[in-house]
């Protein structure tokens, strides 16, 4: 599978973007009195799904299960020619982009539950029930 290789610069490019966003999440929760905001690191877990595709049920981390031409088959957005794999959930990416709906689940799932690593410095469902007063 030579060539199915991620993109170095441009994830390293996130990479440090997310860390400052990360410290601006940490700012602005220190000096926005009343407001809470926290951050997602979707990167670190789509990053985590890819590594560890199997153990998710998943078959395949780069080919997605709907392609037409091109490397990964992303030359051409995903359209009525295309092919599409027959099981959706066994496919991390749906076209060469976006995720499919098992690998989404999975995401939201994290993001609603995970611990700091995922979602700092609280997730969705703690901060759901935050008791917060005016």
Known sequence: MAG???????????????????????ELNNNLQGSRFVYGDVFRIVYDIIQNYSSYGFESEKIPCCSLVGKVGG???CGPPSKVCMDRSKYVFWDPYHPTEAANIIIARRLL??????????????LANLKIYA
């Open 113 to 126: 539950s995970g611990d700091t690593s995922d979602i700092y410095p609280i997730n969705l469902r703690q």
């Open 75 to 77: 030359l051409i957005p």
């Open 4 to 26: 199915y290789e991620c993109s170095v610069e441009p994830n390293e490019v996130a990479q440090m973007y997310n860390l400052k966003l990360k410290i601006l999440v940490e």
